[in-house]
């Protein structure tokens, strides 16, 4: 999936690039900070940063929101979704949360593309509907109507799976609302742990343009596909964290436009490496984690040890204990003296080096 967002954090001033007061999602107010808007790769597997891109508040440019350089988050998500596309990039739908998913102007562009999405919905977003219909989401799964696990009506069961191993049970359906429908171009999927009482934390409201199949047992397999789209929705929040917390995502100290983003692309590149160099120091059949990553917490296969153990990359282990490491890059000879082979990360900085600014849509790793 490809999985788009947006991260904010604080920042004095006005001096700095892209700087203004703002919604700050990482402290859930309003102060003055940067934002980006992202996209991340994710499977059940694992996760990577794809490209980021600065939000530029209206207050920063000359004539506010009618200069021809203001974008809001959300066109900046569809600009990221066609720099993927561009670099064809594999990918099934968009995931977003609901400000894209509420967001009419993304919704259309994605369509017009042809690009399969999962987006999210406010439970109480109200849309224009006859007095005797649904008018929110909440309200149109609570039409579904639900007579228990033995009588579920229109509900199905979809259970998830989870890294650690462990499994819930959910249930999830098509619901109508307004111009949505089982049948039309745009889908409201419903899915939640209880059709009951539909918990707040635990009820997702999605809309899909992913076309409903024929066959019931089809039907079955896509709800859950559409449930498990969502569910990797998490890791770019896992993302944040690993960058944020242990490679200086925020912590730059530059001004300009250029430097902030080639900041965050090194933060990228040091992401991916950690990652590479991680699946080389583990035991064979041992899952990868980020350096740094609570064990558990990496979207990766394979078992975990004990949770609270954390995973660090230690270049003198393998010495220590008289094994090699394995090569991250081909070509580059593992030696002693050298911590490890960097040909990689060689790579992904080339192409940075001696380059005119960053465009647009600035890439990552």
Known sequence: MLVIDDTGDRKDGSATAHVARQYLGSVGKTDNGIVAVTSLWADARCYWPLHLVPYTPASRLAKGKSDPGFRTKPQ??????????????PFRAVVADCFYGDNAGLVEALGRAGVAFVLALKPRKGIWAPDDAAHTPVEAARELGWGGPGRPGPWRRV??????GHTET???ADATLGGWGPDRHHRLVVAT???ATLPKLTTWYLLTNLARPAGRRAQQAQLAEIVGAYGLRNWVEQGYKQV??????ADFQVRSDRAIRRHWTLVCC?????WHAGQAASAPGEAPAPSGATTGSAAVAGQAPARGAQQRLDPDRDR???????VVAPGAAAGAGLAGPVGVAAALLAGMVDQPAAPAVAAGA
């Open 170 to 172: 959910w249930w999830a």
């Open 244 to 249: 944020k917390g242990e490679l200086g995502w």
């Open 159 to 164: 259970t998830r799976r989870f890294r650690d």
């Open 193 to 195: 742990t209880d059709p």
């Open 320 to 326: 220590r204990a008289g094994r090699r490491r394995g």
């Open 270 to 274: 040091a992401f991916s490496f950690c």
């Open 76 to 89: 900046l998500a569809v600009e990221l979704v066609e720099a993927a596309r561009q670099a064809e990039i």
